[in-house]
């Protein structure tokens, strides 16, 4: 079955560091990856993705690639700030598939990040 | 504004209560999911639905039921069955071709 791997945390940062989260997948066919980040006490807010290999999605600064080869999604930026202390979880699913496996996401375990002024 | 809807925001059950815990969505999403999510923890799917009037069962539906009459909404029932239900539920939906849309959660607590 799918299953997504994902960085350990807690991840502590200090400000304009550069950041890297680390995310790879096994999957069955070409899923879409995905970056989601959650707030304290709130659901979990899309960040960016991308839906075939070799695809850059991007959104506030934050940057992952889809990369086919090493099964990999991993985030980045280069200048994180203290408002992006959040927990981050990468993500991947069959879009427009209606299959056995097909609708649902999985999820990593999420990696927790904290940014000190 | 389109989106989806959880509520309550919080909840207190008692031992041995059934509670529900409601999620509309007026995205004209077919899919809806139910998660659960523990401190520290990713998340687990409990219960989805791809179209109306008919759902399957996620990893952990044991203790859990749902319900799809309408399009726009997935009620989840936390049945007396479920040993340990203190946990930040989630709701979520999905059209095709697009990324789940999560609600804003719901903490359940069994007090």
């Known amino acids: 079955g799918n299953s997504v791997t994902q960085m350990e945390g807690p991840v502590t940062l200090s400000e304009e560091a550069f950041l890297t989260i680390n995310c790879t997948y096994t999957?069955?066919?070409?899923?879409?990856l995905f970056w989601y980040v959650q707030y304290p006490g709130e659901g979990l807010q899309l960040l960016l993705k991308?839906?075939?290999?070799?695809d850059k999605g991007s959104n506030k600064g934050f940057e992952a690639t889809y990369r086919k080869e090493t099964t990999s999604f991993h985030l980045e930026k280069g200048s994180v700030q203290v408002s992006d202390s959040a927990v981050y979880f990468c993500a991947l699913s069959d879009l427009g598939v209606i299959s056995t496996n097909a609708g649902k996401s999985t999820f990593g375990d999420g990696t927790t990040l904290t940014v000190k002024p | 504004d389109g989106g989806i809807t959880q509520s309550p925001k919080y909840l207190f059950r008692k031992e041995g209560q059934n509670v529900t815990l409601s999620c509309e969505q007026n995205?004209?999403?077919?899919?809806m999911y139910w998660y659960r999510q523990d401190p520290g923890q990713g998340l687990r799917l409990i219960y989805y639905s791809q179209i109306v009037n008919d759902f399957q069962k996620g990893d952990i539906a044991e203790g859990y039921s749902v319900s799809r009459e309408k399009k726009e909404s997935f009620p989840l029932t936390v049945t007396s069955a479920q040993k340990n239900p203190t946990a930040f539920y989630l709701c979520a939906s999905r059209g095709t071709d697009t990324e789940a849309f999560f609600g804003q959660g719901t903490r359940l607590t069994v007090v």
């Open positions: 999957a069955t066919g070409y899923p879409s």
């Open positions: 991308a839906t075939k290999a070799d």
């Open positions: 995205l004209n999403h077919d899919a």
